[in-house]
């Protein structure tokens, strides 16, 4: 049954790449404490990175730190097989959080690598993986984001500069379902982005991670409809959860640069891997639809 999945799953990619290149209320004389303003908690936070946000910069395709580009060569640790990391090279400010991302089925690194300096140019020590086969299943990927996760947070020459407290992972597509795998391995984990995500399993119930899930309305390849927005439908114990459905957009959408992507990846990350309450202006209320966003579901961050 695997291989068939497998085999279908692979026509269906290469020929989309040709076609194309989810309290009891106070008493009524009880008056609720007033919610702190998000400068004021961003004030208190200490894992707080950066200039104050805003639409320009969580939509540059550059960030405010320089960063350094490491090749990471096979061999360099176990339980994975290769890839890049992407660090800031300013640490005036502190550590960082780290973000590990996987591409999909039948997919190299390649393609996702446009993830790694748009988001460490953001505060962030990013490191996009090259998986152990082009054909890996979800449950491999996840296994694999976990294990470089690993290595990059304990044995890597940048380990000085991230606060292993602090990570997430994300990936496209089977790599997308490896990241939900992965969050369901690991509940500790701050924040996962699968983008539009492929797994034949839909239930996660050791998720406790805030899950920002993305899809595309014209993906024929994991429907979003079957698919993205079933496992958000499906995410009952994530503290917080977001559905994005990008308009016009398809599977391998997600290969290429995408302002509307990186902006809320950026500040998905931002929120809850830096606890950064000053990005919640672009998070809650929720988006409305627009030439780029079809549907956005959410639970607004509550921290």
Not at 59 to 76: D, L, R
Not at 109 to 121: D, K, M, N, Q
Not at 278 to 300: E, N
Request: proline share 9%; aromatic share 8%; net charge neutral.
């Amino acid at each position: 049954m695997h291989r068939k999945l497998a085999h279908s799953f692979r026509l269906l990619s290469v020929a989309a790449v040709l076609a194309s290149g989810a309290a009891l209320a106070p008493p009524a004389s009880a008056a609720a404490p007033a919610r702190p303003a998000a400068a004021e908690r961003a004030a208190d936070n200490p894992y707080q990175r950066g200039p104050a946000p805003t639409e320009a910069s969580v939509t540059a395709e550059k960030g405010p730190f320089g960063i350094e580009t490491i090749p990471v060569p096979a061999g360099s640790g176990t339980g994975f097989n290769k890839g890049t990391v992407y660090a800031p090279t300013d640490m005036s400010q502190g550590t960082f959080g780290a973000i590990v991302v996987s591409p999909g089925f039948v997919s190299p690194e390649a393609w996702i690598s446009w993830y790694g300096p748009r988001l460490a140019s953001q505060g962030f020590v990013v490191m996009t993986l090259e998986t152990d086969s082009l054909f890996d299943v979800p449950a491999s990927r996840g296994d694999q984001l976990l294990a470089a996760l690993d290595w990059l947070t304990g044995k890597s020459s940048v380990k000085n500069r991230i606060d292993a407290t602090r990570t997430a992972v994300m990936g496209h597509s089977m790599g997308g379902g490896g990241t939900l795998e992965a969050a369901n391995k690991r509940p500790s984990l701050k924040a996962d982005i699968p983008l539009a995500p492929w797994d034949m399993t839909y239930s996660f119930p050791n998720i406790k991670t805030p899950t920002l899930i993305m899809g595309a309305d014209n993906d024929f390849i994991a429907p979003a409809s079957s698919m993205a927005q079933s496992y958000y439908d499906n995410l009952k114990t994530a503290p917080e959860k977001a559905y994005l459905l990008l308009k016009n957009a398809g599977h391998m959408t997600f290969v290429s640069p995408n302002t509307t992507i990186a902006k809320y990846s950026i500040a998905w990350m931002k929120r809850f891997v830096d606890n950064d309450a000053r990005y919640d202006q672009f998070l809650c209320p929720a988006p409305a639809p627009s030439a780029t966003i079809a549907k956005y579901l959410d639970t607004c961050p509550t921290g």
